[in-house]
């Protein structure tokens, strides 16, 4: 089954489905709460990622990269508390060394989203190594649902599905670049 198939009608997946999920991302701070999300959902379904996405929003400032760059150990801490998130040591880690590097990120090219246009096109596997090498907590499975739900990689939607049109209008950078990297690679 696609998330095009099971996704519409259902009152969490519907609307990230047909509203947000493939569509161009240009905001960092929306980049990158897509991107701890994602880290976060690794081993879980991503509805309960969907059902605690405000908690993780007011647990880490609304996503916004500098302030949650500079969270102490005190601060990290009381994440691990927060039952209302994935208490995961790791994971939270990950968030806040993560920030950290996009901070250093947006310091050379701009902005997040500019590093990652700058990178823009390359196949799956590719994308893999240098998240890899750039982030922690960033495999195969991390690493492609965050290019899928953010426009870089083609596959987030079937060509039959009504959103599919929509993200197209949208304009995602793989639907921008002449060579298209397709989601396998």
Known sequence: MTYCAVAPGHPLHGPYHD????????DDDRLFERLVLEINQAGLSWLT??????????????FAIERVAR??????????GN????????KI?????NARRIVKLQKKHG???RW?????????????RLFKSEFVFTGGEITGEFLLSTGYLPGAHVEDCPVYARVLAARPPWARSSR??????
Do not use: C
């Open 71 to 80: 969270f102490t150990p005190t601060r990290r801490e009381r994440l691990m």
């Open 49 to 62: 990622i969907l059902k605690k996405r405000e908690a993780f929003r007011e647990a880490f400032d609304g």
């Open 19 to 26: 509203t947000e999920y493939g569509f161009p991302l240009r």
């Open 93 to 97: 880690e990950a968030a806040v060394e």
């Open 111 to 113: 902005s997040f989203a």
């Open 83 to 90: 039952a209302d998130i994935i208490r995961n040591r790791l």
């Open 116 to 128: 990652l246009d700058a990178q823009h096109p390359r196949p799956k596997s590719d994308w893999v």
């Open 180 to 185: 298209t990297s397709t989601p396998s690679s």
